[in-house]
């Protein structure tokens, strides 16, 4: 009952923005996806999803950037720790090849 109630009140967040983008007149420009909700296993150890949605996208090629997005953002964050491991050093490296010292 706790879940259904939490998924209610993202249900009613989902509609403000919703209508947000019809106060502001941006449905021609406005793209999204909204998939909120709970991961469980079923009886067999398979996944399920208790879930609201939501998609603002007008065709394919729409769906296929925001997946791509989607995509390489989350590969990003995962990525993100060990990408800036060296990053002062890195920087040193780039603006020494540019002739620029930082000391």
Known sequence: ????????????????????VDKYDMRDRFVSMLIS????ENEYGELKMNAIYSYHISD?????????FIDRTFEHELNTPEEFDNFDEDVDNFLDDLGIETE
Do not use: H, V
Request: proline share 0%; hydrophobic share 60%.
């Open 1 to 20: 009952m706790k879940d259904m109630a939490f998924l209610l009140e993202i249900q009613k967040l989902a509609i403000e923005m919703d209508n947000l």
């Open 37 to 40: 909700g709970f991961l469980d």
């Open 60 to 68: 394919i090629m729409e769906l296929t950037e925001m997946l791509d």
